[in-house]
C-alpha cells in the first residue's frame, strides 16, 4: 500500500473520531491529532500527509459539505454514513485544496477506500456524488493555495 494511501486511511479514523466525539470540532481536532501521535506509529510522511488532510478537512468543512449537499440529490449530509461522508469530504478537499493531485486520482483513492470502510454500496454512491461534485467544482472558481481566486 502507498504512503498517501496510508496517509488517508490514517486521516479517514482521525476525522471519524472528530465527528462522533462530543467536543466542538475545534477541540475535537486537537485531541485527534494529540492522541494520533500516541497512539498511530506512522512514518512521518504518512502522518504528516494525513494531518494536512484532517487539518484541511475540518478548516474547510462547511465548504466541503456545501459542495457534498450540491452534488448529492436526495440525500442528505446527516442521513450519509460518517464513512461515506468523511470520504467525499476528502476527496473533495483534494480536488479543491491540492493541485498536485488530479481530480480523477482523488475520486479514485476515494472509491478505493471506500471499498475497506464502506458498505457495499458506498463505491458506487460515492462515485456518483464526486462526479457531480467534480463538475460543480469546475463550473466556479476555486481557492487554491498559490491562487488569487476566491471562491
Not at 38 to 49: E, L, Y
Not at 63 to 79: K, T
Not at 96 to 108: Q, R
Given at each position: 500500500?502507498?504512503?498517501?494511501?496510508?496517509?488517508?486511511?490514517?486521516?479517514?479514523?482521525?476525522l471519524?473520531?472528530?465527528?462522533?466525539?462530543?467536543?466542538?470540532?475545534?477541540?475535537a481536532?486537537?485531541?485527534?491529532?494529540?492522541?494520533h501521535?500516541?497512539?498511530?506509529?506512522?512514518?512521518?510522511?504518512?502522518?504528516?500527509f494525513?494531518?494536512?488532510?484532517?487539518?484541511g478537512?475540518?478548516?474547510?468543512?462547511?465548504a466541503?459539505?456545501?459542495?457534498?449537499?450540491?452534488?448529492?440529490?436526495?440525500?442528505?449530509?446527516?442521513r450519509?454514513?460518517?464513512?461515506?461522508?468523511n470520504?467525499?469530504?476528502m476527496?473533495?478537499f483534494?480536488m479543491?485544496?491540492m493541485?498536485?493531485?488530479?481530480?480523477?486520482?482523488?475520486?479514485?483513492?476515494?472509491?478505493?477506500?471506500?471499498?475497506?470502510?464502506?458498505?457495499?454500496a458506498?463505491?458506487?454512491?460515492?462515485?456518483?456524488?464526486l462526479?457531480?461534485?467534480?463538475?460543480?467544482?469546475?463550473a466556479r472558481?476555486?481557492s487554491?493555495?498559490g491562487?488569487?481566486?476566491?471562491?
Amino acid at each position: 500500500m502507498g504512503k498517501r494511501r496510508s496517509g488517508r486511511e490514517l486521516a479517514l479514523q482521525m476525522l471519524y473520531g472528530i465527528d462522533v466525539s462530543s467536543e466542538p470540532p475545534d477541540e475535537a481536532l486537537d485531541e485527534a491529532l494529540d492522541r494520533h501521535g500516541r497512539s498511530f506509529k506512522a512514518p512521518p510522511d504518512v502522518a504528516g500527509f494525513a494531518r494536512s488532510l484532517v487539518v484541511g478537512v475540518t478548516e474547510n468543512r462547511e465548504a466541503l459539505d456545501a459542495v457534498i449537499s450540491e452534488a448529492s440529490e436526495h440525500w442528505r449530509l446527516d442521513r450519509m454514513s460518517l464513512v461515506d461522508r468523511n470520504i467525499l469530504r476528502m476527496a473533495i478537499f483534494e480536488m479543491t485544496h491540492m493541485p498536485e493531485m488530479s481530480p480523477s486520482m482523488a475520486m479514485n483513492e476515494a472509491i478505493e477506500i471506500a471499498k475497506s470502510y464502506g458498505t457495499e454500496a458506498s463505491p458506487a454512491f460515492i462515485n456518483g456524488i464526486l462526479d457531480r461534485a467534480q463538475a460543480i467544482i469546475g463550473a466556479r472558481p476555486v481557492s487554491r493555495p498559490g491562487s488569487k481566486e476566491k471562491s
